[in-house]
C-alpha cells in the first residue's frame, strides 16, 4: 500500500513554471512506476508522463513533451514534475498515481490532486 499527497499547484501566468511534488508514504516508493495525470473541467482524465521505478525511463504525451521533465528522489519518497513554458490550456486538476507493476497500465494508487491554473 502507497498514500500519496500532491501539492505545488497554484495560479502561474501563461509563460510561466510550477513545480508540482507528490510524497509518497510507504517502504515500497521504490519499487513503484510513478505517474502524473490531469483531469481539466468537462473533460476526461489523461496522461501527462511516467517514470520507471529507477528513474532511468520517463514517458511523456506529445501535449507536454520539451515543456514538463518528470523525475523521482527515490531516497526523499517524492515525485517531481517540473512544468515550464505553461498555457492555459494546462489548466487542471494534477494527480499522480502508482503502478507497482513495470507495464506503466496498472495505476493502482491514486493521490487526492492538486489544482493548476494558468492565465493568459
Known amino acids: 500500500q502507497v498514500q500519496l499527497v500532491e501539492s505545488g499547484g497554484g495560479l502561474v501566468q501563461a509563460g510561466g513554471s510550477l513545480r508540482l511534488s507528490c510524497a509518497a508514504s510507504?517502504?515500497?516508493?521504490?519499487?513503484?512506476?510513478m505517474g502524473w495525470f490531469r483531469q481539466a473541467p468537462g473533460k476526461e482524465r489523461e496522461f501527462v508522463a511516467a517514470?520507471?521505478?529507477?528513474?532511468?525511463?520517463?514517458y511523456y504525451a506529445d501535449s507536454v513533451k520539451g515543456r514538463f521533465a518528470i523525475s523521482r528522489d527515490n531516497a526523499k519518497n517524492t515525485l517531481y514534475l517540473q512544468m515550464n513554458s505553461l498555457k492555459p490550456e494546462d489548466t487542471a486538476v494534477y494527480y499522480c498515481?502508482?503502478?507497482?507493476?513495470?507495464?506503466?497500465?496498472?495505476?493502482?494508487?491514486w493521490g487526492q490532486g492538486t489544482q493548476v491554473t494558468v492565465s493568459s
Open positions: 498515481a502508482a503502478d507497482p507493476s513495470p507495464r506503466l497500465t496498472d495505476w493502482v494508487y
Open positions: 517514470i520507471s521505478w529507477s528513474g532511468g525511463s520517463t
Open positions: 510507504g517502504r515500497t516508493f521504490s519499487s513503484y512506476a
